[in-house]
């Protein structure tokens, strides 16, 4: 059910694998510090070896490692790159829980995680991810990754299929209270709003929009997301499915 956390999430940006500067990789955002995921990684990792108690080292340790793990086919090296993530994102909350980075890499190794259980810890899972996104959002209520998984988890439980609603309905009582496509549509405004050339964002955007009908000014935002260029790995792919997309509005 919030298999839609199969992102290419978020927000890995493709530059060129030069040398970036540690400044670079450790102040600012990480899917604009120039790196692939996997050389970021890297450079975090051996970071880390020296400075095991530095706070912004840790939660992008914990970011691309759950990046590489999200795109990761083989169970054998995901499942480790995910338990890294998840280690290292519970460091950060520990450590820092008065900081939105803490609850965002968390909420996004949970949700990684549902796209490879069962349908009753999916939906554990998910209430315990809306935890997370609510303890981060009260930090910052315009945290463009936090904003976009909320967006995707209202998403995902305002269209959820038969079954799923029915393992919902046992364990939690009911689809929770203020999960819609309105909301949704409400977060992924705000994270594009922060974020304007993420492809993703604006794929998910589109995808609700459909979801509620509102086809015509899903076209338009096809159109618009069509015209960026791909930054992050998974954009190619992303765009190939906008315009799929496309065709059916």
Known sequence: MISVFALSMVLQFVGTASDASRDSL?????????????????????????????????????YFAASLANREKKESTRTPLLEEARSDA???????PEKADSWFVLALCEGIET????????????????????????????HPGLRYLSGRWNYSLANLSTMERSFV?????????????????????SAIRHRPEEILF????????????????????????????????????????????????
């Open 169 to 189: 309905n046992l364990l939690l009582g009911g689809v929770p209270k203020g999960a819609s496509n309105e909301a949704a549509l409400a977060d992924l405004s």
């Open 90 to 96: 519970e460091w950060a909350i520990a450590h820092h």
């Open 26 to 62: 450790f102040t600012v955002s990480p899917e604009r510090c120039g790196l692939h995921d996997s050389l970021a990684l890297k450079k975090c990792r051996k970071a880390l070896e020296s400075e095991s108690e530095n706070y912004a080292i840790r939660w992008r340790t914990a």
């Open 115 to 142: 796209q490879h259980c069962g349908a009753r810890h999916r939906v554990e899972l998910s209430r315990r991810i809306r935890i997370h996104l609510d303890r981060g959002l009260a930090i910052d209520s315009a």
């Open 202 to 249: 604006r794929l998910d955007l589109v995808r609700t929009l459909h979801a509620m009908k509102r086809d015509r000014e899903a076209r338009e935002e096809c159109v618009k997301a069509l015209s960026l260029k791909a930054r992050t790995d998974d954009d190619p792919e992303n765009l190939a499915k906008l315009r799929r997309l496309q065709k059916d509005l």
